[in-house]
């Protein structure tokens, strides 16, 4: 059980405080409700900006870093398509240095043509290096808008392309962030050697006169049934051939999800997982084969994906696919698979929630999306899903009228 105090300031911030006396350090995990699905569709990759911006001085403070690290601290971020989230670790005793630093860059940026140009450069090239110029790097940027025709989830983090970063103005920056980046639109959270009076009170003390601004109310287009399968080919200098089928399956807080997690663990999680076994262990058509969630709060996708060897042809491997997926979608699962899938979700379950990092991320996202003590309904949820349930979902999502399939040809030249 993961126990926490809840409070609201006047404007509108959420703060959530988690004490544990095990440790000399406290985490100020700040998670905005902000994400690349709330992008203009031409003006894309501007979340991710922030993520870089947030460090390039803010309006009272010229360098984040090295305040924070005067005070023994680190510091990190990361975006997502649904969220963005920065956080601080530092020695408890100096927790007052975080949120000072935290609270200044929550009331407004330095907001410098300098501060732009540089991050502007960072993003771009990071574009250049890790999407276009990375073997199996542009693969998002090709698997999305297959996957999704009309809802955001359209573009990946990084953006449609470098064009919408390298012209990007001061203006249009500016009004993403007084528009996202407001106590209205966060969640802070504080976990580790502090006690909740002086998190009050020190929160209190720097956040309260940052004005609430206006919450942002999300009118996303939904993303139609699919009733199609869809499948595109690209040759690319790549190492081997590769693959990605993405099925689309329920959004982080409805029914299924849960169930679509453990479906995509029996299919390919591990050396016994079904698509291991036959694919790789037994054909060996692939060299690898894996899948996995995206975890996204809205339509997600559950994904199968790999690399195929010498011998494997995109003929035999889909063929081969089709059959797992109709054996598991027509024979229920035994209880002893169940339950060994079962267990092993429970430990990465317990072993990722052991840090105060990972404690704080945790409520967060579960304040996002509903209320923090839904932290501690996970355990029972998975328990309670049954091979019953797990034959359902698997014939719900793995239809293929639900996929869409990426095949990467490797060429030489």
């Known amino acids: 059980m993961l126990e926490f105090n809840r409070f609201t300031l006047a404007n509108g911030l959420k703060v959530l405080h988690h004490y544990d006396p095990t440790t000399p ?53 990361f975006t997502s398509n649904d969220i963005t989230n920065y956080y601080d670790i530092l020695p408890a005793i100096n927790l007052e240095t975080a949120l000072w630093l935290e609270s200044d860059r929550m009331l407004s940026l330095a907001f410098t043509e300098k501060s732009l140009e540089v991050q502007r450069n960072v993003v771009v090239e990071e574009f250049k290096q890790r999407y276009l110029n990375q073997p199996y790097g542009d693969v998002w940027l090709e698997l999305r808008p297959l996957a999704y025709t009309k809802h955001p989830y359209q573009w990946a983090t990084i953006g449609k392309e470098v064009a919408h970063i390298e012209t990007a103005t001061m203006e249009e920056v500016k009004s993403f962030f007084f528009k996202h980046y407001t106590p209205q639109n966060a969640i802070l959270c504080i976990a580790g050697n502090v006690d909740l009076d002086r998190t009050k009170i020190l929160v209190e003390k720097y956040y309260e006169d940052i004005p609430a601004g206006n919450k942002y109310q999300r009118q996303l287009v939904e993303e139609p049934t699919q009733n199609e399968f869809r499948s595109k ?19 982080r807080n409805k029914e299924g999800y849960a169930e679509a997690d453990l479906i995509s663990d029996i299919l390919g999680r591990g050396k016994s997982s079904r698509l291991v076994k036959r694919l790789k262990l037994e054909l060996g058509i692939v060299t690898e084969v894996s899948s996995y969630i995206l975890g996204a709060h809205d339509t997600g996708l559950l994904m ?24 598991l979608v027509k024979s229920e699962i035994s209880a002893s698979e169940l339950l060994k899938i079962k267990n092993k979700w429970k430990t990465t379950k317990v072993f990722s929630e052991q840090g105060i990092l990972s404690k704080a991320l945790a409520l967060s996202t579960a304040e996002l999306l509903g209320k923090a003590e839904d932290v501690n309904s996970d355990l029972k949820i998975y328990d309670a899903i049954s091979q019953a349930s797990i034959q359902k979902w698997s014939n719900a999502i793995l239809q293929k009228t639900n996929c869409s399939l990426l095949k990467i040809k490797a060429i030489s030249e």
């Not at 081997?240 to 329920?250: E, H, S, V």
């Not at 010498?310 to 109709?326: A, H, N, P, R, V």
């Open 233 to 251: 080919e690209l040759a690319r200098k790549v190492p081997a051939n590769a693959f990605y089928f993405a099925f689309k399956m329920p959004s």
């Open 25 to 77: 350090m406290v985490v100020v995990n700040t998670l905005f409700d902000v994400g690349a699905k709330d992008e203009h569709p031409n003006r894309t990759g501007f979340a991710h900006l922030f993520e870089h911006l947030m460090f390039g001085g803010s309006v009272n403070i010229a360098s984040f870093d090295e305040e924070l690290q005067k005070a023994g601290g680190q510091n990190n971020a």
């Open 304 to 327: 199968i994906s790999g690399q195929l060897s010498e011998t494997g042809s995109f003929e035999k491997l889909e063929l081969e696919i089709w059959q797992l997926i109709d054996e």
